[in-house]
């Protein structure tokens, strides 16, 4: 298992992609998760690559694939399809993404359009030979002005999915923190899908317990906030150490979304988290 980043391009940012990937190399972030949704970026990731040294081991494009927009969802999987390509081409295993949510049909009506959707894409990927590690993030609202939703979001529907399309292509990103909130618990998630793993996303999640006492959880989920790993729920010690006992071999991506660390998403793309999130893994991945 190495130590990386999730690093996006955003297109918020002239020279975007040099300033990002310089920082990673002079940082020592050699192993990399690049996500974005500008197809543009990606596809100049292969000289970027070679110039900076790096090892991109995922590329990560979650969009809304069950949306109720034709136009839109031919745009979205035709989208997908490049990024696997460019993945096979820059030498990247993975393809991080979403399954999408389609909110006006419940949940046997979205499975079975995950089925009709996703069979031909994971028939691509196979043949590819890149993996596709669903997200676990529920993706509520709306990221960026894009509307996404996830059915992938808990053990219940991982188990239905999996046995939808039952392909060594498809499996799992496992992101704890968004087991949290949900009160799942992420330690037994290892040890019951570890088949399915194919990527991990280092980021916690802090409960407010006042606030939830308060309020309940059904507000605007304003009772639990996304942490750096070390300041929210999970012990990090115990998952790490079962992710090794269950033989994963992957990237344990930092992805820093933190109200006091800063934000990967944001301007200075959240670089002190990242060099803390390191700080704290080091004892553990030495």
């Given at each position: ?49 070679k ?35 460019i ?15 389609n ?29 596709l590690?669903?997200e ?35 499996g ?9 909130w ?45 942490r ?59």
């Amino acid at each position: 298992m190495k130590l990386g980043c999730l690093m996006k391009f955003l297109g918020d940012m002239k020279d975007e992609i040099n300033i990002k990937l310089s920082w990673a190399k002079e940082n020592g972030f050699n192993d990399l998760e690049i996500g974005g949704r500008n197809i543009e970026y990606f596809a100049m990731l292969k000289d970027a690559k070679k110039k900076y040294e790096l090892n991109i081991v995922a590329l990560n494009f979650c969009f809304n694939f069950l949306i109720n927009n034709q136009k839109e969802q031919i745009e979205y999987i035709n989208d997908l399809k490049k990024i696997i390509t460019i993945a096979r081409e820059i030498g990247a295993k993975v393809v991080v993404t979403a399954t999408g949510r389609n909110p006006e049909m419940n949940l046997d009506s979205n499975l079975n359009l995950y089925k009709e959707i996703f069979t031909p894409i994971v028939e691509f990927a196979e043949k590819e030979e890149i993996k596709l590690a669903f997200e676990n993030s529920a993706f509520l609202g709306r990221y960026r002005g894009f509307p996404i939703g996830n059915i992938a979001t808990s053990p219940f529907m991982w188990e239905k999915i999996f046995k939808i399309l039952p392909s060594k292509n498809v499996g799992l990103t496992l992101d704890p923190s968004h087991l949290i909130w949900q009160f799942i618990n992420p330690y037994r998630a290892i040890k019951d899908f570890s088949k399915y793993i194919i990527h991990v996303h280092a980021k916690d999640t802090e409960i407010l317990s006042e606030k939830l006492s308060f309020s309940g959880s059904l507000d605007d989920g304003s009772w639990h906030r996304n942490r750096l790993p070390g300041f929210g729920e999970i012990n990090w010690s115990k998952f790490i150490s079962l992710l090794i006992e269950y033989n994963y071999d992957g990237l344990l991506s930092i992805e820093t979304i933190d109200p006091i660390w800063g934000n990967v998403a944001e301007d200075d793309f959240g670089k002190k988290g990242i060099l803390l999130a390191r700080s704290f893994f080091k004892s553990m991945m030495s």
